[in-house]
């Protein structure tokens, strides 16, 4: 399966075999280091740092972030509030749904490793990308992000 673009043909198997290896392999590594360093995984980093950044938001806003199942969702955030991290409250505009807050000691877990997060993530990449390359791959997975999300591509149907 081939795709012709401005600089040519590409092999479209061979990029989604090498796309789908690098996220599976970073983040299989980020994992280890923050289950290491912190006692988390790196989808609990993940969850932590979205509620972090959005506060007030609901288990549909992570599974639509992470486009994955509401079920899964709602058990991932069960994980953090029995470990304390997190809590919901009652949505005052949607009696049906909760908001999700960080706990501080959710809070101060995520800062920290946030800091793991970024130093293992910059050891990995940067040791295979160089600075004009970095740009140019970053670039183009966030066009061929933005696509699928603007079309809804791949989420959950259940």
């Known amino acids: 399966m081939e795709y012709i673009s401005s600089g040519g043909p590409v092999d479209l198997s061979a990029f989604f075999a090498d796309l789908v290896r690098c996220e599976t392999r970073l983040y299989n590594a980020l994992n280890d280091r923050l289950r290491a360093q912190h006692g988390i995984v790196t989808s609990q980093f993940e969850f932590l740092r979205f509620l972090r950044d959005?506060?007030?938001?609901?288990?549909?806003?992570?599974?639509?972030?992470?486009?994955?199942?509401?079920?899964?969702?709602?058990?991932?955030?069960?994980?953090?509030?029995?470990?304390?991290?997190?809590?919901?409250?009652?949505?005052?505009?949607?009696?049906?749904?909760s908001l999700l807050a960080l706990t501080d000691d959710g809070t101060r877990l995520v800062d920290a490793a946030e800091e793991t997060f970024a130093a293992g993530l910059a050891e990995l990449v940067g040791g295979a990308l160089d600075g004009a390359s970095a740009p140019a791959v970053a670039e183009a997975l966030g066009r061929l992000r933005a696509a699928l999300e603007r079309d809804g591509t791949g989420m959950p149907t259940g």
């Open 54 to 97: 959005h506060p007030g938001a609901r288990v549909a806003d992570l599974a639509a972030e992470f486009a994955i199942g509401i079920g899964a969702t709602s058990k991932g955030v069960d994980r953090l509030e029995k470990q304390g991290w997190a809590v919901r409250q009652p949505n005052p505009a949607d009696r049906r749904s």
